[in-house]
C-alpha cells in the first residue's frame, strides 16, 4: 500500500474503533467498512515487468477505452487511453525506461473519466520521456470522484520501465501518446494492468537501423479505426 492510503485510511478506522467503545455500532461498522475501502484503494502490487526490447507497459490498470491517430506537439502518432474504475489499481508506472525530459501540469475541468474529451479538458499532468527509441508522451488525467494528480517524479529524473511515478486518488484515465510506427497490440475492451501489461512496441535499434516486430502489425488499421468510432 502506497503511504497516501494511511493519510486516508487511519482517520476513518480510529473514529470507528472510538464508536464502537461509545456503542455507536451502526456509525462504527461504517467507518470501518470506508477505512477497509480506503486501504483496499491504495494497494500497490508487486508486478513482474516485461524485458523485451521495445515493449511499452500499460501506465496504469483498467480498460483500453479508446485507440486512436492523434498529433502531439505537431508530430502524428497513436493514443491508448485506458480508463480506471475506482476498483482497480490507482498507483501510475512509466511504460519504458528512459529520462523524463518535461512535466506539464494542467489545471482543468473534472468531467467523468470515461467520457472523450476528459483527455483535453481534465486536470491532467502531462509527462515526456525520452527512450532508446523515442519519445512518447502520457498522462495523469482527474477524473468526475479524483480530484489530485500525485506525480513522485519530476524533470531529469532516469525511470526504469515500470517503475512507480504517482497516482491519480479515487477513479482517474491514463492516456499514452505513442510515434506512428509503433505497434499497438492491444484492442478496445481489454483489461490491462499497470508495469505487466504491453500495450504497443516500439521500434528499436539494430545494426543503426530501425526496425519493428511485425507480429501484429496487420491489426492496426482495425484498432485505429475502432478507436475513432468510440472517440
Not at 486501504?39 to 526490447?53: L, N, V
Not at 532516469?158 to 484492442?187: K, N, T, Y
Amino acid at each position: 500500500m502506497v503511504k497516501e492510503g494511511y493519510y486516508f485510511g487511519l482517520p476513518p478506522l480510529a473514529l470507528g474503533v472510538a464508536a464502537f467503545f461509545l456503542h455507536w455500532i451502526p456509525a462504527a461498522v461504517i467507518l470501518v467498512l470506508l477505512a477497509a475501502f480506503v486501504f483496499y484503494f491504495f494497494r500497490d502490487p508487486d508486478r513482474t515487468i516485461p524485458s523485451e526490447p521495445g515493449a511499452l507497459v500499460s501506465p496504469a490498470d483498467g480498460r483500453i477505452v479508446v485507440i486512436t491517430e492523434e498529433e502531439n506537439a505537431g508530430r502524428v502518432g497513436k493514443r491508448i487511453s485506458v480508463f480506471l474504475a475506482i476498483w482497480n489499481v490507482h498507483v501510475n508506472r512509466s511504460p519504458e525506461a528512459g529520462t523524463i525530459t518535461a512535466m506539464d501540469y494542467r489545471p482543468g475541468k473534472f468531467f467523468a473519466a470515461m467520457r472523450e474529451r476528459a483527455s483535453f479538458d481534465n486536470e491532467q499532468n502531462v509527462i515526456s520521456l525520452s527512450t532508446a527509441a523515442g519519445e512518447i508522451v502520457f498522462k495523469q488525467i482527474a477524473g468526475l470522484i479524483a480530484r489530485r494528480v500525485v506525480c513522485w517524479k519530476k524533470p531529469g529524473d532516469i525511470v526504469e520501465r515500470g517503475e512507480r511515478i504517482g497516482l491519480v486518488r479515487f477513479g482517474s484515465r491514463v492516456d499514452m501518446w505513442v510515434p506512428m510506427d509503433a505497434e499497438i497490440v492491444v484492442r478496445i475492451g481489454d483489461h490491462v494492468k499497470g508495469g505487466s501489461s504491453v500495450l504497443a512496441r516500439l521500434a528499436v535499434a539494430t545494426n543503426g537501423r530501425r526496425t519493428t516486430d511485425q507480429r501484429t502489425q496487420a491489426a492496426i488499421p482495425t484498432l485505429t479505426a475502432a478507436g475513432k468510432q468510440n472517440s
